[in-house]
């Protein structure tokens, strides 16, 4: 609903509520913004590097004037209504944040696809892996403290960590000293089309992608292969599946 005013400061008590949300999106979408221009400039690695210093700056400062304004406290950098809630309740907000994520992932998707056509939302889809992966990869990283050369054991927690580990199921299976294989036993986007009657939605370029970008920022000398991503015929048991590799000595 637009807000008929010429000024802020003459909104009602809703047309205030609207224009706060207004403000907290547009501060996400400078942020992203920033990060964007800074990876142009720059490059991605040191954007990387730069977004997460502001980050954490711009968080702590954000957060401190919230808990002043709305009456929390905060307790190791964490707003205090979160750890109140109880296990069940923090879970739930958890899968909820994930689901949100995928949500939105869709809803970009369809946008583009509506407006533009299909060939124009995958391009654009397998871009914007291009620069999440890597970032979500290096998210997680400072989240677990892994370093630089991390391995195949940093990447294999690090893909318990990304946003799919809670929504899709997956797994880690031939393991070797040099490789393990990753799959995608469920996918939330593939098993909702298949209770359509509807074939897979072929991934597979955005995979490649997704996939290696991940690996590699984790770990610069890891390869990733593609055991099969739909277009790609595949069992029952999984949707797509990626080996990682990292030979000894390298």
Known sequence: MPIDATHHSELDREGTARFILDLFHRTMIHHALW?????????????????HTATKRSYDIQMQ???????????????SPLLDMDDQALNDLKDRAAKNWLANDGVWFQAVEFS??????????????ARFSPFEASSIKQLLGLPDMAGLDGLKRALGFRVYAGINTQSIVEETPESFVFQMNNC?????????????????SGGLVEYSYFARTIDK??????????????????????????????
Request: proline share 8%; glycine share 6%; hydrophobic share 30%.
């Open 35 to 51: 990060f964007n221009e800074v990876s142009h400039q720059i490059g991605l690695e040191k954007a990387m590097e730069i977004l």
């Open 221 to 250: 000398r890891i390869i990733t292969e593609c055991v099969g991503c739909p277009p790609d015929p595949h069992p029952e048991t999984w949707y797509c599946a990626w080996k990682f590799s990292l030979p000894q000595g390298s």
């Open 65 to 79: 004037h919230l808990a002043k304004t709305l009456g929390f406290e905060m307790k190791d950098g964490i707003p």
């Open 188 to 204: 939330r986007v593939q098993a909702a089309r298949k209770r359509k009657n509807l074939a897979d939605y072929p991934c597979k």
């Open 116 to 129: 533009q056509g299909m060939n124009d939302a995958k391009r654009c889809n397998d871009s914007c892996w």
